[in-house]
């Protein structure tokens, strides 16, 4: 397998592997995946979508109401007959989640989603530590929102 597959250490310490380039064209995939610095947020993601098995699930659709707010989640998925909304909290700087917050408040305050869906899709974190949790619980009120910590839930 040496010969079709790579790998590289993630932050966390666990291997990250991926198709080198014998390995891509062995099975005919175009993508190239190499180390990068998102891998932590990929793999966060990749435990959301285990540990919810969504109907589901678009990576990054962007939500637009003209002239009032542009909110692109990490995902859009539905489980249990519902969509939700994930944000993958690995390594942001806290004033970044902040604005995401406020942005998800003007989203609801619109009525949009709420008019075609008949509700406001729960809002469902990942994030690093659980000091950071109860920070994102704290500025969500107002939201449906569920906040697990990354260890908790993989």
């Not at 994930?86 to 604005?99: A, F, I, P, T, Y």
Request: glycine share 4%.
């Amino acid at each position: 397998m040496r010969e079709y597959v790579s790998s590289f250490r993630a932050e966390n310490g666990e291997s990250v592997y991926h198709l080198s380039k014998s390995g891509r064209e062995r099975v005919g995939s175009e993508v190239v995946r190499t180390k990068t610095t998102q891998a932590g947020h990929y793999l966060m993601r990749g435990d959301v979508y285990i540990r919810y098995r969504p109907e589901d699930w678009k990576n990054e659709m962007r939500f637009t109401v003209t002239d009032v707010v542009v909110v692109i989640p990490d995902a859009y998925f539905r489980h249990n007959m519902r969509r939700h909304f994930l944000e993958v909290d690995h390594l942001q700087h806290m004033s970044k989640n902040r604005e995401k917050i406020d942005k998800y408040k003007k989203l609801k305050e619109t009525g949009m989603l709420q008019q075609k869906l008949k509700y406001f899709p729960p809002l469902v974190w990942v994030t690093m530590t659980a000091t950071r949790k109860k920070q994102l619980l704290e500025w969500c009120e107002g939201l449906d929102v569920v906040v697990h910590v990354w260890d908790d839930i993989r």
